[in-house]
């Protein structure tokens, strides 16, 4: 970049601003007050000719900054995106004229919006630069997938025909994982009548074949270091022997366990051989494979079989686990299929509180089963005792309403999946004694030891984050398959629990988004959810007093302390969410393109008028992957707000530094906003922690306004999904009124 700063600002006319205001005016305010060097006005910026036009100016005017006057940052992304420049929006369609009435009593008002827009798009870009790329940036094709199972074998697959090398670590003896042990799958194919064939044999000559997949057997990672395009892995044999690899990217497809049917002793689980879980009716299957079932303890053929659903699971009780697993049922229609396809006689019954049937043909595949004759029963099982002969099955027809008993001769319990997910890094691992007391602390770790999966180095933990439920933290409804570690996706059912189908549905979607992080390792950018980005955060070290709020906060593992304990950042694990930055209590930390200078100087540059013009500022911090969409959305939907509102995307609400807050109290503003993604167990923010951390800073804002004389009301923290395109301005419109309340800050100039 030029050292000479030469900045252009470039109004649009088109989509209705030139008719709704004065862009002379703003040209004015681009000139004089934002000292823009060329300021151009165009009808419409974004077709061919207004994008040539910027672009001759940065090719031959020497423009190194650009400030775009025109409609949302989320629009015209291609048509606007000059190399080597750094650029700033202004959004004067969205976030002025759409969402204000069309009318002389409004003119004024909204005119006023657009100026301070054009102040803030040219402020902030003086305080930008353009960022380079990393310089951690690695290249390294190669994929480690952590299990042989049915996800991992697909993940393997799907990455060796893109053309990239995989190493599969397995820690059992052959591949195939629990589905080797099944006799047949859930149908995956039209008619969904029948059940089918596995398919892992096929899978795993399929492997076998493949020169670009390396196979280890009786293995596990013993260790784990680095960053996407430069991981690092300890592979350690039973014989003893480790072999160390680099890897772009890690794909964790450690997959699931039955729940221990040994805790379900009501059940008859232990106390009969012919009350088995079912693993245990594969096993049978298997080995009559085709023919008749017979019963373990005593080898008669079972004439008459029960299946118990959600045995152990759906339930609150100690020990149970409180979700569906979700194929259980379809796996119990295709269990009792085994029986009726080999002899239509065989009574088999089906004891469900809810039968569901997820995933594609699921319904088609229940109703096959009807027509073969399967019963379906409606009910809840309490006991299954053995005497005489056989098994009795205690349960409470749900449709009669009454108790009943029934016999068999062979009881499947549909038990659960419980995820192979390693050590739960939110828990500690060890008690620590009290050297002045002498006296153990009290234990709060898990009582079952549980091994590593990954044995990552990282300074916060050895494995992934967990859910509550123990299956890895990933994010659900947008980036499925990601988990808080960059370059490390989750696959299969350690992630949530799934049948065969979708394990291979959602190992393909890692395998993508893994080979997507290691190609942007290559470049040094962003992975998701700002996928691309260049930016990556710096610290002033003279300035750093070394208090590791940035390491703690960072939810995803990126800075580590070095030999001197200053933060140590691992770019190639950054997300850009800018959670360190809004951390730092002295602002050492920034981006090249965006910093507490950025944001700072919008707020400072928006005009505040004086107490007696009655037009209060309402400052509205919006994250930029949810409440900025909608409110853009709102004003396409031509829902209105208050003309005294400012709006500032910020990257998410975690990176919102305090001294935002208290500068804007300190400039006049009446009244502030922030607006970020749900928190909590059900979290939907993008950055995983971002919103939760920002509502911890704000809750310590009370202080501030107590110490400015100022209502708590004055400042508010909402959290906004993408859909809240009513609710959003509406919120914004509260807040109007609240500042009507309680009156013009006392500190306007």
């Known amino acids: 970049m030029a050292d000479e700063i030469k900045t252009g600002a470039y109004i649009?006319?088109?989509?209705?601003?030139?008719?709704?205001?004065?862009?002379?005016?703003?040209?004015?305010?681009?000139?004089?007050?934002?000292?823009?060097?060329?300021?151009?006005?165009?009808?419409?910026?974004?077709?061919?000719?207004?994008?040539?036009?910027?672009?001759?100016?940065?090719?031959?005017?020497?423009?190194?900054?650009?400030?775009?006057?025109?409609?949302?940052?989320?629009?015209?992304?291609?048509?606007?995106?000059?190399?080597?420049?750094?650029?700033?929006?202004?959004?004067?369609?969205?976030?002025?004229?759409?969402?204000?009435?069309?009318?002389?009593?409004?003119?004024?008002?909204?005119?006023?919006?657009?100026?301070?827009?054009?102040?803030?798009?040219?402020?902030?870009?003086?305080?930008?630069?353009?960022?380079?790329?990393?310089?951690?940036?690695?290249?390294?094709?190669?994929?480690?997938?952590?299990?042989?199972?049915?996800?991992?074998?697909?993940?393997?697959?799907?990455?060796?025909?893109?053309?990239?090398?995989?190493?599969?670590?397995?820690?059992?003896?052959?591949?195939?994982?629990?589905?080797?042990?099944?006799?047949?799958?859930?149908?995956?194919?039209?008619?969904?009548?029948?059940?089918?064939?596995?398919?892992?044999?096929?899978?795993?000559?399929?492997?076998?074949?493949?020169?670009?997949?390396?196979?280890?057997?009786?293995?596990?990672?013993?260790?784990?270091?680095?960053?996407p395009g430069r991981f690092s892995a300890d592979i350690s044999t039973e014989s003893g022997s480790t072999t160390t690899a680099n890897f772009g990217a890690i794909i964790m497809a450690s997959g699931a366990r039955n729940y221990d049917a040994s805790q379900l002793p009501e059940l008859g689980y232990g106390k009969s051989p012919d009350v088995v879980d079912q693993a245990g009716l594969e096993k049978l299957a298997m080995e009559a494979n085709g023919g008749p079932i017979k019963r373990p303890s005593d080898g008669k053929e079972v004439e008459k079989v029960v299946f118990v659903q959600c045995a152990g699971q759906r339930s609150e009780k100690q020990g149970h686990l409180p979700y569906c697993s979700g194929h259980c049922c379809l796996t119990s229609v295709k269990q009792a299929m085994y029986f009726k396809d080999q002899n239509p006689q065989v009574d088999t019954n089906i004891i469900y509180s809810d039968m569901r049937t997820p995933g594609a043909g699921g319904e088609d595949f229940y109703r096959s089963g009807q027509q073969k004759g399967i019963t379906f029963t409606k009910g809840t099982?309490?006991?299954?005792?053995?005497?005489?002969?056989?098994?009795?099955?205690?349960?409470?027809?749900?449709?009669?309403?009454?108790?009943?008993?029934?016999?068999?001769?062979?009881?499947?319990?549909?038990?659960?999946?419980v995820p192979n997910s390693g050590v739960d890094i939110d828990l500690p691992i060890t008690a620590e004694e009290d050297e002045d007391e002498g006296e153990a602390a009290e234990i709060t770790a898990p009582e079952v030891k549980v091994e590593s999966i990954l044995n990552l180095t990282y300074r916060q933990g050895p494995d992934l984050p967990h859910l509550k439920y123990g299956f890895n933290d990933s994010h659900f409804i947008c980036f499925p398959y990601e988990t808080r570690r960059t370059g490390i996706y989750s696959a299969g059912p350690v992630r949530r629990p799934m049948d065969m189908a979708q394990a291979k549905e959602d190992a393909t979607g890692a395998a993508l988004k893994a080979i997507q992080a290691l190609e942007n390792a290559k470049l040094g950018r962003a992975a998701h959810p700002r996928s691309g980005d260049l930016s990556y955060p710096s610290f002033r070290k003279e300035g750093c007093t070394q208090c590791k709020r940035c390491t703690v906060e960072c939810p995803f593992g990126a800075i580590d302390e070095d030999e001197e304990r200053y933060p140590q950042f691992n770019e190639a694990r950054c997300r850009r969410c800018g959670t360190c930055m809004g951390a730092c209590p002295v602002r050492v930390i920034s981006f090249e393109n965006y910093s507490v200078e950025t944001v700072g100087q919008q707020l400072k540059n928006i005009d505040i008028p004086d107490e007696f013009e009655e037009k209060p500022r309402i400052l509205v911090l919006a994250c930029e992957n949810d409440a900025y969409p909608a409110l853009d959305m709102a004003a396409q939907n031509g829902n209105h707000y208050s003309p005294f509102a400012r709006v500032v995307p910020v990257r998410c609400l975690g990176s919102i530094n305090t001294i935002w807050i208290t500068d804007a109290l300190n400039s006049g503003y009446d009244g502030i906003i922030l607006m970020g993604c749900q928190k909590g167990e059900n979290y939907q923010c993008h950055f995983v922690k971002g919103s939760e951390i920002a509502h911890v800073r704000m809750s310590k804002i009370d202080d501030t306004l107590q110490s400015l004389s100022l209502e708590e009301e004055r400042v508010a923290t909402y959290e906004i999904a993408i859909t809240d395109i009513e609710r959003a301005p509406k919120l914004i419109n509260d807040m109007a009124e609240t500042v009507e309340k309680v009156g013009m800050s006392p500190f306007k100039f």
Not at 132 to 156: F, H, I, K, Y
Not at 397 to 405: F, G, Y
Request: glycine share 8%; proline share 2%.
């Open 381 to 417: 099982v309490n006991e299954v005792s053995a005497g005489g002969n056989g098994l009795t099955v205690n349960f409470k027809d749900l449709i009669l309403d009454e108790d009943v008993s029934d016999s068999a001769d062979l009881v499947v319990l549909a038990t659960g999946q």
């Open 12 to 227: 649009c006319k088109g989509c209705g601003l030139g008719e709704r205001l004065d862009c002379d005016q703003l040209a004015t305010i681009a000139e004089r007050e934002g000292k823009a060097n060329i300021v151009k006005q165009h009808d419409f910026l974004c077709n061919a000719e207004g994008v040539a036009m910027i672009q001759n100016d940065i090719d031959n005017e020497g423009v190194n900054k650009v400030v775009i006057a025109a409609c949302s940052r989320r629009s015209k992304n291609e048509a606007f995106n000059f190399e080597n420049v750094a650029i700033s929006r202004s959004n004067l369609r969205e976030g002025v004229i759409w969402v204000r009435p069309d009318d002389d009593e409004s003119r004024e008002t909204t005119q006023e919006m657009a100026a301070d827009y054009v102040r803030m798009g040219c402020s902030e870009v003086k305080y930008m630069n353009l960022p380079n790329a990393n310089e951690e940036a690695s290249s390294n094709d190669n994929l480690l997938v952590v299990g042989g199972g049915v996800a991992g074998m697909t993940a393997a697959l799907e990455a060796a025909r893109a053309g990239y090398p995989v190493t599969i670590v397995e820690k059992s003896g052959q591949l195939g994982g629990s589905a080797a042990f099944e006799y047949k799958r859930i149908p995956e194919s039209m008619p969904y009548a029948d059940p089918e064939d596995t398919g892992v044999a096929a899978m795993i000559s399929e492997i076998e074949a493949n020169d670009k997949i390396t196979v280890h057997l009786n293995a596990t990672t013993t260790k784990t270091s680095g960053a």
